[in-house]
């Protein structure tokens, strides 16, 4: 899900990460890409990050308050009957919050079929173009590769295959990025010590 915009330094060209790791970088004048183009894809994006804010916390209705608020005084009563006392505000939040779900809203670069959007299906269309063939590690390396961590892979695999910085490669992983430091220092003493 995405939640920040990209930034305006950023905006000449069109950066798009897959799932997978991969991504394709879009420029005007290539592959019939134009600059309105690249424009209309970081306005879907911009949409996109509104809406996730939004609807990351949305509002309850009145209906949906008075509902929830019958429910807790149920939960109590029944909590007060089996156990003896009155359980702790942390428990009924708990209670609340497994009974009552936020509504979060799903990326928006993904239909309900699991489909890319319309709009950005381009993007697939060149990455399929331009990446036919997929980058291979040789045998011996294979076989160092396997001494690592499933993280410790992914950080090299970004990094040294991929092209991502550390600072991006933090965000792809929703870790620090002194974690992925010490995930690239251990893999490559690994690597140093195997190879």
Do not use: C
């Amino acid at each position: 899900m995405k939640i920040r915009k990209t930034r305006n330094d950023e905006r000449e060209t069109y950066i798009y990460r897959f799932s997978d790791g991969t991504k394709v970088e879009l420029n005007p004048g290539e592959d019939g890409v134009t600059e309105v183009d690249i424009k209309k894809l970081h306005a879907l994006d911009d949409s996109e990050v509104y809406y996730n804010n939004k609807n990351l916390r949305p509002e309850k209705t009145e209906e949906e308050k008075a509902e929830i608020e019958e429910w807790k005084l149920n939960f109590i009563t029944t909590f007060r009957e089996r156990h003896g006392y009155e359980p702790i505000e942390d428990i009924v939040k708990g209670a609340v919050e497994e009974r009552f779900p936020k509504n979060y809203n799903l990326s928006l670069d993904f239909d309900n079929d699991g489909d890319i959007d319309p709009d950005k299906r381009l993007i697939a269309t060149i990455k399929s173009k331009d990446m036919n063939e997929e980058f291979e590690w040789s045998e011996h390396m294979e076989d160092v590769l396997s001494l690592l961590t499933d993280k410790q892979r992914l950080v090299i695999k970004l990094m040294y295959v991929d092209g991502y910085k550390q600072s991006e490669i933090a965000d792809l992983m929703n870790i620090s990025s002194a974690a992925v430091k010490k995930h690239l220092d251990k893999a490559k003493e690994t690597i140093k010590n195997n190879f």
